[in-house]
């Protein structure tokens, strides 16, 4: 998921896997019918779960809406019909858990200069075939078992606040995979003072999103293309539910950040990509920032070539023209265009450093100059008083 500057395809990169040889046991069963507290992990029934008669299962977690036939397992690989109960496979069992700027999401407008500590389990409900994080995304399609730990909600949340974190992040992989583990461990988030960052394919259900919009603060959403033909042969999905998602991402109160990775010949178009802004100045606002990447070979793109710089220069420019207020230039080392400017007098008023704030010229939120506030979420606190 998710992709940005100075490392090959984003700052989301993760290689920590072992073989099946080193393969340690999965998490034991509970019992059909039974609910895991928020002090244990492993496998737990899922929730947006619909049983039929004939023992199949829809899951509604997702716009795949898999019918899930006992003993089976969906799309994500991470949730199997067991005698009729659908259950995630995957509750509290991380593959990965890190304090990191909260720039390397990327968000630019949540909380700058921040912490977020990310969780991840296994599981994608996309097959990209340029993932980046493929050894975990799709391990089991892979046939690889990422190595896990066990880190129950209250567990995340007590590291995240040692680690003086401002938020916790569900991300590497689609956290709509594991959502009960998201929903819990969000729960005790804003308990305890700590706000919700998500990063996503965009592929939730409107169930899904009823349950998240409370909880979910700020997200950064892959639009990872604007064809359906894309979408379908390279990532395995739809563009409808994204766009859909998206939009009712922003109607139920989530600050909305957009990533695109521009890929040779795959969907970086100059119609198709000015479209696509377009959209999202007509369907998000004007004032929604979009992260425009560079991509670089990876998983089943090895032989693509990485987009040059002119594509990304390019495709920002039509951004703007098409009246986008904040186009960022990401995973170019070194010559990444990151600054915020105000919509207003065009004054600096973050600067970025590798993934970090170098200043913040922000008063209460808003330009020193003009006065006009930025959009974004927790900017209150940046700069002077």
Not at 13 to 34: F, K
Not at 145 to 168: D, F, G, N
Not at 280 to 287: D, H, K, N, R, T
Not at 295 to 322: I, K, S
Request: net charge neutral; aromatic share 6%; with cysteine.
């Amino acid at each position: 998921m998710g992709s940005h500057r100075g490392v090959p395809n984003g700052g989301h990169r993760l290689t920590s896997y072992v073989r099946p040889d080193a393969y340690t046991s999965r998490p034991s069963g509970v019992p059909a019918g039974a609910r895991l507290t928020s002090d244990e992990t492993g496998v737990v029934p899922a929730i947006l779960a619909l049983p039929e008669a004939t023992g199949e299962v829809r899951c509604v977690a997702c716009a795949h809406r898999c019918l899930v036939r006992p003993g089976r397992l969906g799309i994500c690989r991470v949730r199997e019909n067991r005698e009729g109960l659908l259950v995630s496979l995957v509750y509290g069992e991380v593959v990965a858990a890190v304090a990191e700027p909260i720039e390397k999401k990327p968000l630019f407008h949540a909380w700058p200069g921040s912490l977020a500590f990310s969780v991840a389990t296994r599981g994608c409900n996309f097959h990209c075939r340029f993932c980046q994080n493929w050894e975990i995304a799709q391990a089991d399609r892979e046939g690889l078992h990422p190595r896990t730990a066990p880190l129950p909600p209250r567990a995340v949340v007590a590291q995240a606040m040692a680690m003086h974190a401002r938020s916790i992040a569900y991300t590497y992989v689609e956290p709509t995979v594991f959502i009960e583990y998201m929903v819990d461990t969000a729960h005790l988030a804003h308990e305890s003072g700590l706000a919700n960052v998500m990063v996503t394919n965009g592929y939730q259900t409107p169930e899904a999103l009823d349950l998240l919009g409370p909880l979910i603060d700020a997200a950064n959403v892959d639009l990872k293309g604007f064809s359906d033909r894309f979408y379908r042969t390279v990532c395995g999905a739809r563009l409808a539910p994204v766009l859909d998602s998206l939009v009712g991402m922003r109607d139920r109160g989530i600050w909305v950040e957009v990533t695109t990775l521009l890929i040779p010949g795959a969907n970086d178009a100059p119609e198709e990509l000015a479209a696509l802004a377009r959209w999202i100045v007509a369907e998000l606002g004007p004032e929604t920032p979009w992260h425009v990447s560079r991509f670089f070979p990876a998983y089943r793109m090895a032989d693509t070539r990485h987009t040059p710089l002119e594509t990304v220069r390019r495709t920002v420019a039509m951004g703007q023209a098409a009246g986008l207020h904040h186009v960022y230039a990401g995973n170019i080392d070194g010559l990444a265009d990151d600054e915020t400017r105000c919509v207003g007098c065009d004054r600096v008023l973050i600067r970025r450093r590798g993934f970090g704030v170098a200043a913040s010229d922000l008063v209460r939120g808003a330009c020193p100059a003009c006065r006009r506030p930025l959009a974004g979420i927790g900017l209150a606190d940046q700069g002077a008083p």
